[in-house]
């Protein structure tokens, strides 16, 4: 059973731009906030974003804050990130995940996709 | 910024327990979840709200959460248990989930 389906990773060079999405499937995702988590090569899990279920509150790590942008379309049942100046540190799987209470942002992730692979490499 | 700390690695033997610890600044005042993320696998939320399992997760995990140290606890460990185990709190400070740096649990 997947729910949570990501796309549009891929090999992009420094300093470029690569848009991400994640489509949900036969869950409850509107109001829902929902996050991207990323897994560098050899490292473990790191918070990327997290967007409230209405879209109007927005958090970033540190890392990636002024740099990329998390959005969604509850009517598309989708949710993205605008990843732009890469560096080759932004190498990981990208994982976009559900939180588990309705409206609530202090939440477990209950949801996860398998992931979409971003390469930053000249 | 709120700093969660795990040991990289535990090793237990088949049917022994297996005890994860998740080190943070008065933890016991918050909220942990705990996810397992076997290898090729996507990640799975194995406990919430300190010791609450979600549909579906084995009786044989369990948590705890005091002081300092909150701690995953896997009775009767079984081979496929062997994944990296992360713990996560919201740092309420910043409006912001915070993860451990993971747990690799070996089964040998």
């Known amino acids: 059973q997947v729910n949570l389906v990501e796309s549009g990773g891929g090999v992009v060079q420094p300093g470029r731009s690569l848009r991400l999405s994640c489509s949900s499937f036969?869950?409850?995702?509107?109001?829902?906030?929902m996050y991207w988590v990323r897994q560098a090569p050899g490292k473990g899990l790191e918070w990327v974003a997290l967007?409230?279920?209405?879209?109007?509150?927005?958090f970033y790590s540190d890392s990636v804050k002024g740099r990329f942008t998390i959005s969604r379309d509850n009517s598309k049942r989708t949710l993205s990130l605008e990843m732009n100046s890469l560096r080759r540190e932004d190498t990981a799987v990208y994982h976009c995940?559900?939180?588990?209470?309705?409206?609530?942002?202090?939440?477990?992730?209950?949801?996860w996709g398998r992931g979409t692979t971003v390469t930053v490499s000249s | 910024s709120y700093v969660l700390t795990q040991p990289p690695s535990v090793s237990v033997a088949p049917g022994q327990t297996a005890r994860i610890t998740c080190g943070g600044d008065n933890i016991g005042s918050k909220t942990v979840y705990w996810y397992q993320h076997m290898a090729g696998h996507v990640p799975v939320l194995v406990l919430f709200d300190d010791n609450v399992r979600p549909s579906g997760i084995a009786e044989r995990i369990s948590g705890s959460n005091s002081g300092n140290t909150a701690t995953l606890t896997i009775s009767g460990v079984e081979p496929w248990d062997e994944a990296d185990y992360y713990c996560q709190v919201w740092d309420a400070s910043r409006d912001r989930p915070v993860l451990g740096g993971g747990t690799n649990l070996a089964v040998l």
């Open positions: 036969e869950i409850t995702f509107r109001n829902h906030p």
């Open positions: 995940a559900r939180g588990k209470y309705e409206k609530v942002l202090a939440a477990p992730m209950d949801v």
């Open positions: 967007i409230s279920f209405d879209g109007r509150e927005s």
